[in-house]
């Protein structure tokens, strides 16, 4: 599998605190991303990034923000944590190469608890 | 609309038996398909993707209808490991590489 690691694995926190999680490749790809899973929501992107300092927003940004200074660290902050923000968080990591798409491969998860 | 939309289930199977699953996307620009496999409380992983000639690996066919916009998951001959969600993903032409996933159809395999 594809090195990709994120940590914590879990964390608790209280709200209005900032929070940032931690994406790690070792893959050297290009595009990385933050998702949330939400029961009932399924996998939805927060933030996206395809280069060093190229960054774009998804389809549920508010509250989040994200940094990637080199390759391969993709960091996403909550700017102060809500309730709404306790969820499970993946990163993936893909590569894209003309007309061929190789899907992603995922991290572990975080899971964040808001309280 | 969803732009990828799948039946939650969850679809309750004998071991042994054949279970297809079916998913519907919005998008007619949608370039790329793939179905990828979430056990509880872990990561989704790439399960196979889905070619417009249709694809087979071992026990599980995957097929793709353009026309009607619709990609399908045969499991054969279930096995209890396959308990599992099978989320529908796609990829609609975009700059950022992105793929939509469906809300995922989990299967439970009963001995």
């Known amino acids: 599998d594809a090195g990709i690691t994120q940590s914590p694995r879990h964390k608790v926190t209280e709200t209005g605190t900032p929070v940032t999680l931690r994406c790690h490749q070792t893959?050297?790809?290009?595009?990385m991303y933050w998702y949330r899973q939400d029961p009932g929501h399924g996998l939805r992107l927060i933030h996206y990034?395809?280069?060093?300092?190229?960054?774009d927003k998804g389809e549920v940004s508010d509250g989040y923000s994200v940094s990637r200074s080199k390759t391969e660290d993709f960091l996403l902050t909550l700017e102060s944590a809500t309730s709404s923000q306790t969820s499970v968080y993946f990163c993936a990591i893909s590569e894209f190469s003309g007309a061929v798409n190789y899907g992603y491969t995922f991290g572990s998860g975080t899971r964040l608890t808001v309280v | 609309r969803k732009e990828v939309e799948q039946d939650p289930g969850p679809f309750n199977v004998p071991e042994g038996a054949t279970v297809a699953f079916n998913c519907t996307y919005s998008?007619?620009?949608?370039?790329?398909f793939f179905w990828y496999r979430q056990d509880c409380r872990k990561e989704p992983k790439l399960l196979m993707s889905v070619y417009s000639s249709g694809n087979e690996d071992g026990r599980f066919t995957a097929q793709l209808n353009r026309a009607s916009q619709y990609i399908s998951l045969l499991i054969r001959d279930s096995k209890l490991s396959d308990s599992a969600t099978y989320l529908c993903?796609?990829?609609?032409?975009?700059?950022?590489?992105?793929?939509?996933f469906g809300g995922g159809t989990r299967l439970m395999v009963k001995p």
């Open positions: 893959e050297n790809h290009r595009y």
């Open positions: 990034s395809y280069g060093v300092k190229d960054t």
């Open positions: 993903v796609v990829k609609i032409n975009n700059a950022g590489n992105m793929l939509t």
């Open positions: 998008n007619s620009a949608s370039q790329s």
